[in-house]
């Protein structure tokens, strides 16, 4: 049992022996049958989480399942002080309807700031199990610490969530998840004829709001994934998958006329199904993702989205939408200072942003800033992936340039996307070795997904010189303690893949010290 909680009742094994045979059974999007009214393994089989939080509350989130649901119930929240819920801090009455699959959006405020609360819900004759959560420290609080953890990239089939189990663990005050939630993709039958896959993506190629709703709801009925949205509050951004492979702006990967009404669908989707705030439900296609977050006066927590308003890749394959990975030489377009990964408006609302007055400023996004140059030989031109910021290379020096205007005293960029490990040197100019270092980069690796053979890094790195340490051979997540005076990182990495309860180990340790960018490698304990 996890520590300060009781995440899973003892209705948990019926819940997976359910869970497991509707999988089995490529069964409807909500993975449950006459549903007991008064079964909470049922009532609730995607569990319950918390995000966005501030001094003052945060958002607790359910989504009743079941095949009899009416149209409009109503479900209870209790928010306490304690486990046993015998010091009640806050309650409240949420209608959940059929128009938003029944997902429950509570907004306590009130609260005391800089501590932790235990939540459940109630609906349907049923109980929730217990979530804990917490509140930010109040905006002018000396703040000692934080504790947080990066996660990205989580394809079902891919791999199991032994990190999420190894994460849920760990006594964190947040979550930063960056990106790929779920994958879009339509069932990949295994290669090897001789084994059916361990898990495969229940239907085809998402589409519509009900292939989007069944996608979250398999990814969610995940034990590891339901613990940790339970143990901490998360603080999310997204990439591509949640909508569509490399999909910019207005355009998918595949030019489709109908992209506008996917991209709605997969939008209210993704609304539905995460702790987000009633006030960031969708219109249409267009949700606000980019946030600030203030940790008292030890940092500032900025979050962006690199998709909803960049500009198209530059010079794509064929036919196509989506990122393509070619030289400057062939491709001038990448050297267009008009271009944007984040758009006008929000590169405005990033450089108004910055936070001078705290310590650290910490920049949670999607994908790997730092140029990575992938040419094999030194007498060829520079060669670049052009979905990342290296396809948006003026944007990223503007954005780095504003970092020097602002002074700012230590500034760490966060990201995903790439699957795979990298701790970085961000510089004005990455191809001059003597350019001063200005940020740090730790861009984490996935959660399951898979990625490039390790083989294309390690001729990449001559190449890259700015580049610490870089691995895709390592799938898990980022563990963080932020202190005035320093950041300390691990990088905690899964054994097997496939073992939902693999050991994972320290695959190594970093530091930033204050006033110092750059990180510098610790010894191994």
């Known amino acids: 049992m996890l520590r300060g909680m009781s995440l899973f009742p003892p209705a948990d094994s019926r819940r997976r022996q359910l869970l497991q045979a509707a999988l089995a059974a490529g069964s409807a999007p909500l993975f449950v049958r006459h549903a007991a009214a008064d079964d909470p393994a049922l009532r609730f ?3 319950l989480a918390s995000g966005c939080p501030r001094p003052g509350g945060m958002v607790l989130w359910t989504r009743l399942t079941g095949d009899d649901l009416p149209a409009q119930a109503e479900v209870r929240w209790e ?13 409240g009455l949420e209608q959940a309807v059929a128009e938003d699959a029944h ?10 700031p800089d501590r932790w609360y235990w939540y459940r819900f109630s609906a349907l004759g049923a109980r929730s199990s217990v979530g804990r959560t917490r509140t930010a420290p109040a905006l002018d609080a000396e703040v000692s610490h934080l504790r947080f953890a990066i996660a990205s990239c989580q394809r079902w089939d891919h791999g199991r969530y032994a990190a999420w189990g190894d994460m849920a663990k760990q006594d964190l005050d947040l979550v930063l998840f960056l990106g790929d939630y779920i994958y879009e993709y339509g069932a990949v ?10 898990r495969v993506h229940l239907g085809g190629l998402c589409r519509t709001l009900a292939d989007y709703r069944q996608r979250y709801a398999q990814y969610k009925s995940d034990p590891a994934l339901q613990a940790m949205h339970g143990r901490a509050p998360w603080i999310i951004t997204w990439d591509d998958h949640e909508v569509d492979n490399d999909w910019a702006g207005a355009s998918s990967q595949g030019l489709e006329a109908d992209f506008p009404a996917r991209r709605a669908a997969a939008v209210k989707a993704y609304w539905e199904h995460l702790p987000f705030p009633k006030a960031m439900r969708p219109s249409g296609f267009d949700i606000r993702i980019h946030e600030r977050y203030d940790w008292g006066k030890l940092a500032r927590l900025i979050t962006l989205d690199c998709r909803q308003y960049r500009d198209r890749q530059v010079c794509p394959k064929p036919g196509r ?34 936070d001078a007055s705290r310590p650290w400023n910490l920049l949670a996004q999607s994908t790997l800033m730092a140029q990575m140059n992938w040419q094999l ?32 005293p230590n500034t760490v960029v ?37 990625g490039l053979d390790q083989q294309r890094l390690d001729f990449a790195r001559p190449h890259n010189p700015h580049i610490r340490y870089s691995r895709s051979d390592q799938h898990g997540y980022m563990s963080f303690v932020l202190q005035q005076d320093s950041l300390q990182v691990e990088l905690r990495t899964v054994r097997e893949l496939w073992d939902a309860n693999s050991p994972v180990d320290v695959s190594a ?9 750059g990180a510098r490698p610790l010894a191994m304990k």
């Open 45 to 47: 089989a995607l569990g």
């Open 79 to 91: 928010l306490a002080e304690d486990e046993g819920f015998t010091r009640i801090a806050a309650r």
């Open 103 to 112: 997902s429950v959006h509570a907004e306590p405020a009130g609260l005391k």
């Open 189 to 198: 039958p295994n290669a090897s004829a001789s084994a059916p896959a361990p």
């Open 321 to 354: 939408g989506g990122s393509n990975t070619l030289s400057l030489k062939d491709c001038p377009d990448f050297l267009d200072p008009k271009r944007s990964l984040l758009g006008a408006a929000q590169e405005q609302w990033l450089a108004q942003s910055w």
């Open 377 to 408: 030989n030194p007498d060829q031109p520079r060669v670049h992936w052009t979905d990342g910021w290296d396809g948006y290379g003026p944007a990223r020096s503007r954005l780095l340039q504003g970092l020097v205007a602002k002074k700012l």
């Open 414 to 450: 966060l990201g995903g996307d790439v699957h795979a490990n990298y701790v970085c040197d961000l510089k004005l100019d990455f191809n001059d070795a003597d350019s001063a270092v200005i940020a740090t980069e730790f861009c984490g690796t996935s959660i399951s997904s898979q």
């Open 509 to 517: 340790r970093f530091a930033v010290a204050a006033g110092q960018a």
